[in-house]
């Protein structure tokens, strides 16, 4: 009952990703870089976070136009305690992949805000609330608002990657 928390978090983070990412760029591909994901899957449900990370960065190297490992791979560094200046770096490249995307500017983009929470940039307050402003059916919503309100970054990672 623990995970289920996490689970339902990084289940929302992913479905977000995969409506809000060119289709070419999902987690559930078959790709090498898919394989190897799988495996950062396993790593991170035992919790051996350097493990994961080391295959996040291979994943990475194989598919670097793809948001969602980028994010996972951020989130790794950081929890495997890369220097918060650093991993904040990292989720702010994550922002501006996902942010160049002129289809889908960041303030429309869960994940983009999420990215902007984590990297503490300046925009990241307002997109989220442009975000929570959006029009979506009530358990949608009821999701945004709770990872969104009252965001903070150090707990997120840890209900992430506890």
Do not use: W
Request: charge should be negative; charged fraction near 20%.
């Amino acid at each position: 009952m623990k995970a289920l928390p996490t689970l339902l978090l990084i289940s929302f983070l992913c479905l977000g990703c995969n409506q809000e990412s060119p289709s070419g760029s999902s987690l559930q591909d078959s790709s090498p870089a898919a394989s190897i994901v799988d495996n950062a899957t396993s790593h991170i449900q035992k919790r051996d976070y350097h493990a994961a990370l080391s295959d996040m960065e291979a994943a990475v190297k194989l598919a670097p136009q793809n948001t969602e490992y980028q994010f996972l791979y951020c989130m790794l560094k950081e929890r495997t305690g890369e220097p918060s200046n650093e991993a904040k770096a990292c989720y702010a490249e994550v922002v501006e992949n996902l942010a160049s995307d002129p289809g889908l500017p960041c303030e429309n983009n869960m994940n983009c805000v999420i990215a902007e929470l984590m990297a503490e940039s300046d925009l990241a307050e307002t997109h989220m609330q442009q975000f929570l402003s959006l029009p979506a059916a009530e358990p949608e919503s009821e999701m945004r608002r709770y990872v969104l309100e009252g965001f903070d970054r150090n707990a997120y990672l840890r209900t992430i990657l506890p």
